[in-house]
């Protein structure tokens, strides 16, 4: 027959499904250029929360990673690159996660206020690892034009948010900025300090205590 093994008993591979499957596991499989994108980015997030700004090098997220350096160069034009796509990717995280939070409260423009603020101390927002991230990401805005840049564009797309829902929570325009200012100085401290000392005080508490100055902010400081 043609195409017959020629040896007696012998019988051909493709005819042996375990070797077929056994060859099909062992063949190369191109991971699509988007998942290989993502999973340099996340390895460069553990890089920056293990080791800091000053330990992601191009071989260190390489080895997180389990690439070659080469392959890192392939998707990203530098660590700077991929650091600052790093920062895009950590900051749509959490806008994720505060828009859910945003979309699972009751429409009530107050109720969506404190739902938005009251988020950031719960996971995965508050947490250790994201804060040792944020604080790499930090420790290069005064070195790094490009995260400056991230830096003052993330914080303002919150504070316009937070104007946003300030607003229809019934603040009086006047005031908007500084009580939007304001509320991102105290949110931004309690979650400081719930990641960095989460023994001192709870996350109902961090919440509590946001809430009772949103009714400051929201009764007080509106008509003044």
Same mark, same amino acid.
């Given at each position: 027959?043609?195409?017959?093994?020629?040896?007696?008993?012998?019988?051909?591979?493709?005819?042996?499904?375990?070797?077929?499957?056994?060859?099909?596991?062992?063949?190369?499989?191109?991971? $699509?250029?988007?998942?290989?994108?993502?999973? !340099?980015? *996340?390895?460069?997030?553990?890089?920056?929360?293990?080791?800091?700004?000053?330990?992601?090098?191009?071989?260190?997220?390489?080895?997180?990673?389990?690439?070659?350096?080469?392959?890192?160069?392939?998707?990203?034009?530098?660590?700077?690159?991929?650091?600052?796509?790093?920062?895009?990717?950590?900051?749509?995280?959490?806008?994720?996660?505060?828009?859910?939070?945003?979309?699972?409260?009751?429409?009530?423009?107050?109720?969506?206020? *404190?739902?938005?603020?009251?988020?950031?101390?719960?996971?995965?927002?508050?947490?250790?690892?994201?804060?040792?991230? @944020?604080?790499?990401? @930090?420790?290069?805005?005064?070195?790094?034009?490009?995260?400056?840049?991230?830096?003052? *564009?993330?914080?303002?797309?919150?504070?316009?948010?937070?104007?946003?829902?300030?607003? $229809?929570?019934?603040?009086?325009?006047?005031? !908007?900025?500084?009580?939007?200012?304001?509320?991102?100085?105290?949110?931004?401290? !309690? @979650?400081? $300090?719930? +990641?960095?000392?989460?023994? +001192?005080?709870?996350?109902? $508490?961090?919440?509590?205590?946001?809430?009772?100055? !949103?009714?400051?902010? +929201?009764?007080?400081?509106?008509? *003044?």
């Amino acid at each position: 027959m043609q195409g017959a093994d020629p040896r007696p008993g012998r019988v051909p591979r493709a005819a042996t499904p375990a070797r077929a499957a056994a060859t099909d596991r062992a063949l190369p499989r191109r991971a $699509e250029p988007d998942a290989r994108r993502h999973s !340099l980015i *996340e390895a460069a997030m553990r890089v920056l929360a293990r080791a800091g700004a000053n330990g992601a090098s191009v071989r260190a997220i390489a080895q997180e990673a389990g690439v070659s350096p080469g392959l890192v160069g392939h998707y990203f034009s530098g660590i700077d690159a991929l650091i600052a796509e790093t920062y895009t990717h950590v900051d749509a995280m959490v806008t994720q996660a505060l828009n859910a939070a945003v979309a699972a409260a009751p429409s009530d423009p107050r109720a969506q206020l *404190e739902a938005f603020v009251t988020a950031s101390f719960t996971a995965p927002i508050a947490q250790p690892a994201l804060l040792a991230t @944020w604080i790499a990401f @930090w420790s290069l805005v005064t070195s790094q034009p490009q995260i400056a840049r991230q830096h003052d *564009e993330q914080y303002a797309g919150y504070r316009a948010r937070l104007e946003q829902l300030l607003r $229809e929570a019934g603040v009086a325009e006047g005031d !908007l900025r500084h009580a939007a200012i304001a509320v991102t100085a105290l949110v931004d401290g !309690l @979650w400081l $300090e719930l +990641c960095l000392s989460p023994q +001192c005080f709870s996350s109902e $508490e961090a919440g509590a205590i946001a809430r009772r100055f !949103l009714g400051t902010v +929201c009764g007080d400081m509106v008509g *003044e």
